[in-house]
């Protein structure tokens, strides 16, 4: 049995505990969070302990695995101190905000020799996984381009409004279309040539992009398009998109439903648009993807596995893709990496 420390207990938080709730093989020995009440109140229904802060945390518990769900600017310090004590850490999308403070992580995780992982859920969000296995495949030829889009509307889930200032929490451009950026460099590889446009919200500016649509480049003249935006209003569905042509058939899944991702059970099935004119209908197994992504972390642990999944390289690859597409918006350019 792993034990695990989750620490930050707001809206991924509660997503990941939910998550682990149900992995036979891991319990949850600790909540932590600087909003006492509500956590407290969550480790007395969980049965388990609070602290108020990393700190205590690591004078006082055992837990072998910390869970860090705390806001993006508070990543670094957190990952550190948790591989400095000798935890195993997995840590929530976007790894941190510069590369200079990801490589301080991943040199404290290679340092202590402790397992880490980020959490780049879409690797394990079952459409995404099938889609890639089907491209994989091969049977339906090479992938040639690829195009993904998330929006959302603006988000009212974070306490303290850090998620809407780009200095803390990278904006849309990282918080949320990370996620497309990390897909295409799984399905492409890294790109090599970014160009990004962008908008900002004129009330309230300081929030960095709240749209984004970028294009990239790689390797074999493979190209890629992603939109990632939560500037909408109202009762605008959460939205995810992808559509991969390959040289014999274009792979296709569009979801809409809920506010966030709170109705991510909901399936709608996979289509493959043929050449010859024929249309195949995929239907994909329901999982929840913290769910897998979690079992997967805590059995790479518990069976002594490498992480090859979402690594904290990963991470670093998809936050360096993000940044680029943000530099290349604000100084409208096209950046090479």
């Given at each position: 049995?792993?034990?695990?420390?989750?620490?930050?207990?707001?809206?991924?938080?509660?997503?990941?505990i939910?998550?682990?709730?149900q992995?036979?093989?891991a319990?949850?020995v600790?909540?932590v969070?600087n909003?006492?009440d509500?956590?407290?109140?969550?480790a007395?229904?969980?049965n388990?302990k609070y602290f108020k802060?990393?700190d205590?945390?690591l004078?006082?518990?055992?837990?072998e695995?910390?869970?860090?769900?705390?806001p993006?600017?508070?990543?670094?310090?957190?990952?550190?101190?948790a591989a400095n004590?000798?935890?195993?850490?997995?840590?929530e999308?976007?790894?941190?905000?510069?590369l200079?403070?990801?490589?301080?992580m991943i040199?404290?995780?290679k340092?202590?020799?402790?397992?880490?992982m980020?959490g780049?859920?879409?690797?394990?969000w079952?459409e995404?996984v099938?889609?890639?296995e089907?491209?994989?495949s091969g049977?339906?030829?090479m992938?040639?381009?690829?195009f993904?889009?998330?929006?959302?509307?603006?988000p009212?889930?974070?306490v303290g409004g850090w998620?809407?200032?780009e200095?803390f929490?990278?904006?849309a451009?990282?918080?949320?279309?990370?996620h497309?950026?990390?897909?295409?460099?799984?399905?492409?590889?890294?790109?090599q040539i970014?160009?990004?446009?962008?908008s900002?919200?004129?009330?309230?500016?300081?929030?960095?992009?709240?749209?984004i649509y970028?294009?990239?480049?790689f390797?074999?003249?493979?190209s890629g398009?992603?939109?990632?935006?939560?500037?909408?209003?109202?009762a605008?569905p959460?939205?995810?998109a992808?559509?991969?042509v390959?040289?014999?058939?274009?792979i296709?899944w569009?979801f809409?439903?809920?506010?966030?991702?709170?109705?991510?059970?909901l399936?709608?099935?996979i289509?493959?648009?043929?050449?010859d004119?024929?249309?195949?209908?995929i239907e994909v197994?329901q999982?929840?993807a913290?769910f897998?992504?979690i079992s997967?972390f805590?059995?790479?642990?518990?069976?002594?596995k490498?992480?090859e999944r979402?690594?904290f390289l990963?991470?670093?690859n998809?936050?360096?893709?993000?940044l680029?597409?943000?530099?290349?918006a604000r100084?409208?350019?096209?950046?090479?990496?």
């Amino acid at each position: 049995m792993i034990k695990v420390a989750v620490i930050g207990a707001g809206y991924i938080g509660q997503a990941h505990i939910n998550a682990l709730k149900q992995i036979k093989n891991a319990s949850i020995v600790a909540i932590v969070d600087n909003l006492e009440d509500r956590a407290k109140e969550l480790a007395l229904s969980l049965n388990t302990k609070y602290f108020k802060n990393i700190d205590e945390l690591l004078k006082n518990s055992d837990a072998e695995v910390i869970d860090v769900c705390v806001p993006t600017f508070a990543h670094p310090e957190t990952v550190i101190k948790a591989a400095n004590a000798g935890r195993h850490v997995l840590c929530e999308k976007p790894i941190a905000l510069t590369l200079k403070d990801t490589d301080d992580m991943i040199n404290a995780v290679k340092k202590n020799n402790v397992k880490a992982m980020n959490g780049l859920v879409l690797r394990f969000w079952p459409e995404y996984v099938k889609i890639k296995e089907i491209i994989d495949s091969g049977v339906y030829g090479m992938p040639l381009h690829a195009f993904c889009q998330r929006l959302a509307v603006t988000p009212d889930w974070q306490v303290g409004g850090w998620d809407k200032n780009e200095k803390f929490s990278g904006g849309a451009a990282i918080d949320l279309h990370i996620h497309d950026l990390d897909l295409l460099i799984w399905l492409f590889g890294k790109p090599q040539i970014v160009k990004a446009q962008g908008s900002v919200n004129p009330q309230n500016p300081e929030g960095g992009f709240s749209h984004i649509y970028t294009t990239a480049s790689f390797k074999d003249n493979k190209s890629g398009f992603a939109e990632g935006g939560w500037d909408f209003k109202g009762a605008f569905p959460f939205t995810m998109a992808v559509r991969v042509v390959c040289e014999k058939a274009t792979i296709e899944w569009i979801f809409r439903a809920g506010k966030n991702i709170e109705e991510r059970g909901l399936a709608t099935n996979i289509k493959i648009y043929n050449f010859d004119g024929s249309i195949e209908t995929i239907e994909v197994n329901q999982t929840d993807a913290f769910f897998n992504e979690i079992s997967y972390f805590i059995d790479c642990i518990e069976n002594n596995k490498p992480i090859e999944r979402a690594t904290f390289l990963d991470g670093r690859n998809a936050l360096e893709f993000a940044l680029a597409a943000i530099k290349s918006a604000r100084e409208q350019t096209t950046v090479k990496l």
